[in-house]
C-alpha cells in the first residue's frame, strides 16, 4: 500500500512509521473493534469526502454494539478526517479513509471492561478495488463454499473486525480458484453480501438486492437505491437465490472499495451478455458523477476540504 505523512491517534496527528501499538494490545488478541471505510475524491473544487458524517455515525453505532466507548464526539471524528486528508497533501484522484476503534493495552481476558479504547484515522491514495479492468468489463464473483454467520450467533449489524474473519476466508477461497471476489449466502442459503460488499442484479429492467436482515447496513447500496429510483428504475428488496443469479440480466458488488463493480461470471456461469451492463453502466456514470462533484443534486452528500 501507498504510505501517506500522518495518521490522526488519539487526537494527535503522528508520523506514518511512528503509529504503533503493544503486541498484547487486546483487539489483537481477541478481535473486538471497529472499522469504516470512506472516501474522499478530487473534485474540481478540491478533494471532497463522500457521506463522511453517515460514515463516522455507523463507526460510533457499530462501537456501541460492540461494547467500546470511543471517547470522541461524531462531529470530532469528522473534522479529524478533514484535516487528515488537508495535512498528507494528497495528489491522486481516490483516497481511501480508515476510521478504526479498538481496545489497547491494559487487561488481558475475554472480559474487556477496562481496557482502554485507542482511536485512530488513517488516509491513502487507493485505486480501483477490484482493478481497473474488472471496473469496465466485469469480474468473475465465486459463491463461497461457508455462509454469513446467522444473526443468532453474531454481531452482523456491526462493521467489526472479528466479524471480517468470515469475508477474508471466504475471499481467499474465492481467488484461490481463480475467481476475483466472493459472494456469501445466509444460513438460509439465499444471497446475503460479497466479502466486503453488496449485491445487486437486474432483472427485466428492475433492480434487485437482497434486504439487510443479514447484513451490514450500507451506505453505498442506499446511495444506488436513490440513484436508481430517481432515474425511474424500479427497485425490488427481497430474497435471492443463487440459481436466479445465474440468469439475471445484469449483477454488480456496490461498497465505498468497490464503488460499483460489473459482475461478468458467477460460478462460470456468464450473467447477461458477459459484460457490463447498459443499466450497471449507467448507475455506475452516475455514481462517478455524484462523488467527482459533477452532480449538484447530490451535492450534500460531499464534504468538500478547504
Known sequence: MDAA????????????????????????HYG???IEGTKAYKTAKG???????????????????????????????????????RKNEFTGDNVYIRPFAFLGYGIMGLFHKGAPVETIMSAWEWGAYLGEEGMKSGIKLKIAS???PANTSNMGKAKAAANYLNSQMAKYEAVDCGYDEALLLDDQGYV???????FFMVVEGKLVTPPTDNTLVSITQKT???????????????????EEIYIADEAFLTGTAAEITPVRIVDAREIGSGSRGP?????QSTYFDIVFGRNAKYEHYLTYID
Open 192 to 198: 446475503a453480501e460479497a466479502s466486503g460488499a453488496s
Open 146 to 148: 461457508m455462509t454469513r
Open 32 to 34: 473486538n473493534g471497529v
Open 279 to 283: 443499466i450497471t453502466e449507467q448507475l
Open 47 to 85: 478533494y471532497a469526502i463522500f457521506r463522511l458524517n453517515d460514515h463516522t455515525k455507523r463507526l460510533k453505532e457499530s462501537a456501541k454494539m460492540t461494547l467500546i466507548d470511543i471517547p470522541y464526539s461524531i462531529e470530532e471524528m469528522n473534522q479529524a478526517q478533514i484535516e487528515l486528508v
Open 5 to 28: 505523512k500522518y495518521i490522526w491517534m488519539n487526537g494527535k496527528f503522528v508520523n506514518w512509521d511512528d503509529a504503533k501499538v503493544h503486541v498484547l494490545s487486546h483487539t489483537l
Open 224 to 242: 444506488v437505491i436513490e440513484i436508481a429510483q430517481d432515474m425511474g428504475i424500479e427497485v425490488e428488496r427481497r430474497r435471492i437465490t443463487r
